[in-house]
């Protein structure tokens, strides 16, 4: 597994990323898969070795929120670990998936053992919720186009640079609405404003961010 970096195994030593991968079994999943779904119990989390994938959680109109997309490295699930409650979200996969899946017990044992993973459980949850506080900000102050760019730039951070410099990020416009909290078509006029000041280009499910720091200088 090569972690992204941020993630939850990303600031792991090479022995602590070992040890937690030895935990649990590995399985696959194709592109599209439900890896758990919202309200059910189950007692694992879910580490991503390859692919990526979505966490969805349902709306009070019955659609479903993106609420996340998680690469290499990731912990999802968490919160089953610790509370036994039912899940607050679904995990789908994005792309063909392998994961770790680690019982609950098992998990809690290694984060006992591991100060560090500790320390990072609660690092990645006050990320996410200060992410959260971010997003509900942006949502309210923002329009479609100011959004979408905000997320072009977070997701940018997690994307590897290709040889010319560009970063294309893999997520289909619907995946972005759900992201931001907007339509899909208001998703689509965003990019064609950020294609015409030629920030991005669009392929079919990709975004590809030609200018970064531009993009940066453009949301800031």
């Known amino acids: 597994m090569t972690a992204t970096p941020g993630s939850f195994a990303g600031t792991f030593s090479n022995s602590e990323r070992a040890e937690l991968l030895a935990l649990g079994r590995t399985r696959k999943y194709p592109r599209n898969a439900r890896v758990f779904t919202e309200g059910e119990l189950s007692d694992f989390v879910v580490v991503v070795v390859e692919g990526r994938i979505k966490v969805l959680a349902s709306t009070s109109d019955g659609t479903e929120a993106v609420?996340?997309?998680?690469?290499?490295?990731?912990?999802?699930?968490?919160?089953?670990?610790?509370?036994?409650?039912?899940?607050?979200?679904?995990?789908?996969?994005?792309?063909?998936?392998a994961v770790r899946i680690i019982p609950a017990e098992e998990f809690r044992e290694f984060v006992a053992r591991s100060p560090g993973a500790a320390l990072e459980i609660i690092r990645m949850l006050m990320g996410r919720l200060r992410e959260g506080d971010r997003r509900r900000v942006e949502f309210g102050a923002?329009?479609?186009?100011?959004?979408?760019?905000?997320?072009?730039?977070?997701?940018?951070?997690?994307?590897?640079?290709?040889p010319?410099?560009?970063?294309?990020?893999?997520?289909?416009?619907?995946?972005?609405?759900?992201?931001?909290?907007?339509?899909?078509?208001?998703?689509?006029?965003?990019?064609?404003?950020?294609?015409?000041?030629?920030?991005?280009?669009?392929?079919?499910g990709t975004v590809t961010i030609v200018d970064s720091e531009s993009l940066r200088a453009f949301v800031s």
């Open 164 to 204: 010319d410099g560009a970063i294309e990020v893999r997520l289909a416009q619907h995946e972005l609405a759900g992201l931001v909290g907007a339509s899909r078509e208001s998703v689509a006029r965003a990019l064609a404003v950020l294609r015409d000041r030629s920030l991005v280009t669009t392929g079919r």
């Open 142 to 162: 923002y329009d479609a186009t100011s959004r979408v760019a905000h997320l072009l730039c977070d997701l940018a951070s997690e994307h590897a640079r290709r």
């Open 67 to 97: 609420l996340g997309i998680r690469s290499p490295g990731a912990l999802v699930g968490e919160l089953a670990a610790f509370d036994g409650g039912p899940r607050t979200a679904s995990a789908i996969a994005i792309d063909p998936l």
